[in-house]
């Protein structure tokens, strides 16, 4: 891999595991497809090939399964990154993570642990069957003893992933299907890990604060290019880590700019963003200029392809939550 | 007509301690079916002891094994150091001789999340009990896969109730353990309850064993009641999986002589006249028959035997009523590996609350 050749958040996400694997003989991968076919998105090439059958393993088709043997795994001091191949399908594993994954340090005082690591794509936006959009992070954020990460950049896919695999605690990792083929960049393979704790602050800005992750970014960004051009001075926040919540970067920076929009493309009654603006309100109550607004899905399921437009926040949608915090009295 | 399938049927000794077969060549060794008698009784006091516990306050809600000793302690009695079990909620007589203390399964049903951190090193690895209904049975086909992984001659061993059986989790873990031919013993302590649903409604198949059959693998029955039919079956299901040559999946016929826990109340749902005729089947007696028609067992050696043991869990009970109260902090110290930073006020949010709650002066 040259160092200068621009990759895509997929293909940072391939090259994640590959390093992981590379680096620690623990490392194992099981899911659905993800062997032989290097997964239906191409996420887990070349790994079957390269580390061989006993360490990428192909699973019969259920999903409770691969949750509760990546448990077992888990407990036994492997590293697995078990894949599911759609956030829509992984309700069957819920149990598993829930109350085992999520608990298995806790309930034995740390005698046994849980080092694992869910990959799942997520999110709309890519004209796919029905229940293959999901974005369902607010339900893993819920659970005590998850980590969840939303990566929406090649670079971040790929040293978030890395972190991820390393963390001693299970971790779930959604991959917004709608970049994965989207703005690809350099990401430099040197095997360089992001924190898990911290928000990216994509663009700095004076006069309003964009709260984002995931696929959403992609639009956001758009937006805040946009409103740059009016003259307006916006910083731009990628979540990234949804739990546990970077708050004290968010709250620095509403504290400058007095205002904020989320942005956050599952539906809205308690999503993640509600975490979020109660959390701004607790901390930073006096220094707002204007209410706290969230772009949303609304509170539905993710409509079949011909309506999925309306499902995702789309740049004028944020726009036009913008004006009515900037006008805002 | 459903397609009959003849699965093997074990049994040695009948409820009257009678041979129905000759025994195995490894059961002449009396030395080793008094300790199997031994540890079943001890089994049985430590359990009724702890259900009393309860009765009394000392505990909460317990799942007692009464009826079901032969299970636990043949399995016990098998199983290595390096193996690792992974059991349900109804295991006390094979996590003592697994290692795991009495004071530390007081603990565990005493309220306290230490009782599931095992202070011996040989269960360093075995899971605590499993709540949440045949889950465990995946969780070994994992630690199994591990083994293969790695190339080491190491058995999980998982055990689980009727009611189980029914769930999709067994069955998944079945399915994978024969697709994968992993070193895996699945035990189902088949007691005919799963709190008040009889066995004859929670599945239409003839025997649970057969389920085994449509994941590719060996399944059988044993009468969980004979000890020595139980350490006969999973002695060949032990060596097997250790073998590498698959899992097993053996189903001990037995009978949950007490409630489903101490919150439970089986009269309401159980003809007495059942329970009376299971009392006549149980293991103890049966065993012991055995041992006393072949000269082995006598009533002073029994006498010795129950002061031994009333000894041995007066000792555990006064070891579990010293164990002091968890600081708060505990409650946070295991969720993560470390607490993550960003969380640091829920920390002394906690603080704040333990000290008014020591403080007498409840607030919430």
Known sequence: ?329 | MPNKIDLPYTRYLDPAGQPVQPLPAWASDFALLTRLYRQMQLTRLFDLKTVALQRTGRIGTYAPCLGQEAIGVALGSLMQAEDVLVPYYRDTGLQLLRGVRMEEILLYWGGDERGSAYADPAVAEDFPLCVPIATQALHACGVASAFKIRGQHRVAVTTCGDGATSKGDFLEALNVAGAWQLPVVFVVNNNQWAISVPRRIQCGAPTLAQKAIGAGFAGEQVDGNDVVAVYERFAQALERARQGKGPVLLECLSYRLGDHTTADDATRYRPAEEVKQAWQEEPIKRLQAYLVAQGQWDESREQALIADCQAQLQAAVLAYEAIGQQPAESAMDYVYAQWPAALADQRELLQARAARQLNGGRHD
């Open chain 1, 1 to 329: 891999m040259t160092e200068q050749k621009k990759i895509t958040l997929l293909e940072a996400v391939n090259l994640a595991l590959h390093r992981a694997m590379l680096e620690d003989a623990n490392v194992v991968m099981l899911g659905e497809d993800i062997g032989v076919n290097g997964g239906v998105f191409r996420a887990t090439q070349g790994l079957r090939e390269r580390f061989g059958f006993k360490r990428v393993l192909d699973t019969p088709l259920a999903e409770a399964m691969i949750a509760g043997v990546s448990v077992g795994m888990a407990a036994q001091g492997l590293k697995p990154v078990m894949e599911i191949q759609f956030l829509g399908f992984i309700y069957a594993a819920m149990e598993h993570l829930v109350s085992h994954a999520s608990r298995l340090r806790n309930r034995t005082r740390g005698r046994l642990s849980c080092p694992l690591v869910v990959r799942s794509p997520m999110g709309a936006g890519i004209r796919a069957p029905e229940h293959h959009s999901e974005s369902t992070e607010a339900l893993f954020a819920h659970i005590p003893g998850l980590r969840v990460l939303v990566p929406s950049s090649p670079a971040r896919a790929y040293g978030l992933l890395l972190a991820a695999i390393d963390d001693p605690d299970p971790v779930i990792f959604l991959e917004p299907t709608r970049l994965y083929r989207m703005n690809p960049q350099v990401v430099v393979d040197d095997g360089r890990r992001l924190p898990l704790d911290s928000c990216f602050t994509l663009r700095e800005g004076q006069d309003i604060t964009l709260i984002s992750w995931g696929g959403s970014v992609h639009e956001t960004l758009q937006a805040a290019a946009q409103l740059e051009q009016r003259g307006v001075s916006v910083e731009v926040i990628d979540v990234a880590c949804i739990k546990p919540l970077d708050l004290d970067t968010l709250e620095a920076s509403v504290r400058k700019t007095g205002r904020a929009v989320i942005i956050h493309e599952a539906p809205r009654s308690c999503g993640v963003g509600a975490e979020i603006a109660a959390s701004l309100y607790e901390r930073a109550l006096l220094d707002l200029q204007a209410p706290i607004v969230r772009v949303t899905a609304p509170d539905i399921p993710p409509p079949l392809y011909r309506l999925e437009q309306l499902y995702i926040p789309a740049v004028e949608d944020i726009l036009a939550a913008c004006d009515s915090t900037l006008n805002y009295a």
